[in-house]
């Protein structure tokens, strides 16, 4: 099941949530709120931000522009390897 | 779907997971919109999941927070604790918390802040029965004395125990000596707690419409519009608080009622009040 594209309310009607789900939209309630600014807990969302792309890419469309900065940011051998490689 | 709260606590462990987890739930009751999120997670016991598991990182004050969100969620929308899994052994394991504070002599000053946690502790005590509604009313409340504000924890006591015994309180609103037994400040508590409940006689609607405090009034028919979805007798009720002499309450209520009752507020002496009915009024009919 597709994630919903607004994680803050609105597309879980009707839907069938499976319990992953739900603790995936915590997960990343949490770290959309620490990428916004908070001074707390920075280092976790860092090494939230680490977790393999791959794993990550399917919830892309719910992390706000801060959070994506900072997996490119954690990423950016990646980014920039994939950016020469279509060179 | 991968999930990752697994992903995650594959690499750094479930302490630091489930830290993620409860950081998103504080944020997720803290904002409006989530609304149908929190109750999907009532619905499916993710919360005992995620409120009962590792907590080893999160800290007390801000647990406790949650708690208390938890529980006033739970109180709000009618679920019942005492069957889902994890509330059920806190509830059991803090059940004669409220009895033991009290006994010690906590909260007798208003301004004593009560623990992060008191919400749950309340509910705790009413919920499993260890703690008696309607002698808590009676021992806490029904002799008010000449203070004119409850303290936090005081406030949030009222609500739960009109939550519990709304019958008590309306008969105590009723009564002939109510107006000299209580302030206004506790008036205006006493009617918000009712209101909230969705559990009101015409009579008691009516006291609360014809309190002498603009704030008493005000506060008990603002309560009572905010929660009209709970009452059985909405109009009723309704009809019993329309005529308010007070401007603040009335324009509250002609913006907010449904459309139906406004021909009963055409009768508001307010100039700037009719303005807003006849101006709804005429939208309904186009």
């Given at each position: 099941m597709a994630i919903a594209p607004a994680i803050f309310g609105h597309n879980f009607e009707g839907s069938i949530m499976v319990?992953?789900?739900?603790?995936?939209?915590?997960?990343?309630?949490?770290?959309?709120?620490?990428?916004?600014?908070?001074?707390?807990?920075?280092?976790?969302?860092?090494?939230?931000?680490?977790?393999?792309?791959s794993d990550l890419a399917d919830f892309w469309p719910t992390l706000t522009n801060p959070t994506k900065l900072m997996i490119i940011e954690a990423h950016q051998e990646e980014f920039l390897k994939w950016a020469k490689s279509n060179d | 779907m991968i999930s990752l709260f697994k992903s995650f606590a594959k690499n750094n462990g479930d302490a630091k997971?489930?830290?993620?987890?409860?950081?998103?739930?504080?944020?997720?009751?803290?904002?409006?919109?989530?609304?149908?999120?929190i109750a999907e997670l009532f619905k499916t016991d993710v919360?005992?999941?995620?409120?009962?598991?590792?907590?080893?990182?999160?800290?007390?004050?801000?647990?406790?927070?949650?708690?208390?969100?938890?529980?006033?969620?739970?109180?709000k929308n009618g679920i019942d604790l005492s069957v889902k899994p994890g509330f059920k052994q806190w509830i059991a394991l803090n059940a004669n918390r409220l009895n033991t504070d009290l006994t010690a002599g906590r909260y007798k000053n208003y301004w004593e802040h009560p623990d992060s946690d008191y919400i749950a502790m309340i509910e705790a005590g009413l919920i499993s029965g260890a703690s008696?509604?309607?002698?808590?009313?009676r021992s806490r409340f029904s002799k008010y004395g000449t203070s004119y504000r409850l303290g936090v924890f005081h406030s949030q006591l009222l609500k739960s125990v009109a939550n519990?015994?709304?019958?008590l309180i309306v008969e105590q609103i009723e009564d002939i000596n109510f107006y000299s037994s209580a302030g206004y400040g506790i008036r205006a508590e006493i009617y918000g707690a009712i209101a909230e409940t969705g559990y009101l006689t015409k009579k008691a609607a009516r006291k609360i419409r014809s309190d002498a405090s603009e704030e008493a009034a005000s506060n008990g028919i603002r309560t009572i519009a905010d929660n009209i979805h709970k009452f059985p007798n909405a109009n009723e009720v309704l009809s019993q608080v329309m005529d308010t002499k007070y401007f603040a309450p009335?324009?509250?209520?002609?913006?907010?009622?449904?459309?139906?009752?406004?021909p009963f507020m055409?009768?508001?002496?307010?100039?700037?009040v009719r303005e807003i009915i006849v101006a709804r009024m005429q939208e309904s009919d186009k």
């Open positions: 319990k992953d789900d739900l603790i995936n939209k915590l997960v990343i309630i949490a770290i959309n709120g620490i990428a916004a600014g908070s001074y707390r807990d920075v280092e976790l969302a860092k090494q939230f931000c680490k977790l393999d792309l | 997971a489930n830290y993620i987890a409860l950081s998103g739930l504080s944020v997720a009751f803290r904002t409006f919109d989530n609304g149908p999120l919360i005992s999941d995620v409120l009962f598991g590792n907590r080893s990182l999160y800290s007390l004050t801000q647990y406790g927070e949650l708690l208390s969100l938890s529980f006033a969620y739970a109180k008696n509604p309607e002698d808590l009313f519990k015994v709304p019958k009335a324009k509250y209520l002609a913006e907010t009622v449904p459309r139906e009752l406004l055409v009768c508001c002496q307010d100039q700037k």
